[in-house]
């Protein structure tokens, strides 16, 4: 107990296959001289700091704090959970647990693996709920181990290594996360081959980001081979296809290819209400996605419908200022716009572009994009002013960020001029004298 957080260690932790009667006789005399207390029904249990402290040097004394140390590690390794969304409360129990045995130096490469493994499934958790720099930090560590322990080329330091391009792609640090999943890819196909799930995993990896980056042809490719090698392997039904499929269509919507991204997020959406949930977060990230379809092809009381479905469950499963909800909220926006109703989609964008700025960064492509909308939005309302602000503001971020050849950086580019030109005829027009 005293290796662990010295608060809330759950009772999963501790009992592992001991019976019941030993458990409660190695536990009555810790109660009875209040070494320990029980919380929540004695179902975990909290260590005074003095009596932690005190039980880790007596510990070192008798030369046994390497042996629970390692055991410590080892019982975490296990029992931390993948991070995916359906483990968030047991990864919310666990996580001062990994975070206290993370920093327990190795004594072998045993703990070092068993504290990359731990890594691997805490990063994941951090990524999902959006808190990509921590994220980051603890892939990193993972990847280190992992290639000091097993080699660069072993499938679980690629493993390790595409996590960490993920992360590195959702804070905008995307020609980064580019070459990494480059290197992981090549390294994958090496190990297990071209049709390995976990090198068609990386594969669809690789896509988002070069979508991200303008690379639109590519990531197509890419993305259809991930489909087909899903479907081919796990068939038309399985999570694994249609994430794929989910992902082939964000692809194809950016290439305008719309009537086939709506067939694919249709597909996809009926499997995922069917195996997961209706209000599962991979299933409202692809109502979310089939909203934006709908939109730019004018089907405009069902896009909003799911827009706000979308947003109702991300804010009640992820929080108001989580990623994935203000891209809900920035999503439902658009809509309200393309429907003329500026002054909701106004105050939407400001919602996200104040919570995008504190939570992602100034110069995230997210951020960029909200103020690129909304620069827009008061370019229809002709408030020339604060449009001009945003449009420079935004392409200068985007020249920063994605560079100046990239498809949005041309649009913002191009959005600006016109709106220069609308300006200028604008004023005009407005100080033309007719004779008499």
């Known amino acids: 107990m005293s290796i662990f957080d010295r608060q809330g260690i759950p009772i999963s932790l501790l009992r592992k296959s001991t019976s019941q009667l030993d458990f409660d006789n190695a536990l009555t005399p810790l109660l009875s001289f209040s070494l320990v207390r029980p919380e929540i029904g004695m ?32 019982t975490l390794a296990t029992a931390f959970p993948s991070g995916y969304y359906d483990t968030w409360e047991e990864c919310r129990v666990l996580l001062p647990h990994a975070r206290e045995v993370m920093n327990h130096g190795p004594g072998d490469d045993e703990d070092a693996l068993n504290q990359a493994e731990i890594a691997l499934n805490l990063g994941n958790y951090l990524d999902l709920r959006g808190e990509y720099k921590a994220a980051e930090n603890i892939f990193r560590l993972s990847v280190t181990v992992r290639e000091k322990a097993l080699g ?47 090198t068609i995993s990386t594969v669809g990896d690789l896509a988002v980001t070069l979508l991200e980056l303008g690379q639109y042809d590519e990531a197509e490719q890419l993305q259809r081979w ?31 290819k719309y009537d086939e991204a709506e067939s694919l997020y249709r597909w996809a959406l009926g499997g995922r209400e069917k195996a997961l949930s209706m209000q599962h977060p991979t299933t409202l990230n692809t109502v979310g996605n089939l909203a934006v379809t709908l939109m730019v092809l004018r089907k405009h009381t069902e896009a909003e419908q799911l827009d706000r479905r979308a947003l109702d469950g991300r804010e009640k499963l992820l929080g108001r200022e989580h990623p994935v ?102 004023k005009a027009k407005g100080h033309h004298r007719a004779s008499t």
């Open 43 to 74: 179902q975990s249990f909290e260590m005074h700091r003095l009596v932690q402290l005190s039980t880790r040097r007596w510990l070192e004394t008798d030369k046994q704090l390497h042996e629970w140390t390692k055991k410590s590690i080892r």
């Open 152 to 198: 660069k080329e072993h499938i679980d330091t690629l493993w390790a290594m595409d996590n960490l391009a993920k992360s590195l792609r959702d804070q905008g640090k995307l020609a980064d996360s580019e070459r990494l999943y480059r290197e992981t890819l090549d390294g994958m196909e090496k190990a297990v081959g071209r049709e390995h799930q976990i």
């Open 226 to 256: 991930k489909l087909k090698g899903r479907e081919n392997t796990l068939g038309r039904e399985h999570l694994g296809t249609l994430e794929a499929a989910n992902a082939l269509a964000a692809t194809l919507l950016r290439q305008d």
């Open 325 to 426: 909800t203000l891209t809900g909220v920035h999503n439902l926006a658009g809509t309200l716009q393309v429907q003329s109703k500026f002054a909701d989609a106004e105050q939407l964008y400001l919602r996200v572009l104040e919570a995008s700025e504190k939570v992602l960064g100034t110069e995230h492509p997210d951020t960029l994009g909200t103020m690129h909308c909304l620069a827009y939005l008061y370019h229809q309302l002709k408030r020339y002013d604060a449009a001009s602000k945003l449009y420079q503001s935004a392409y200068d971020g985007y020249v920063k960020t994605l560079g100046p050849n990239h498809p949005t950086t041309i649009d913002c580019s191009n959005g600006f001029k016109k709106m220069e030109e609308e300006r200028s005829h604008f």
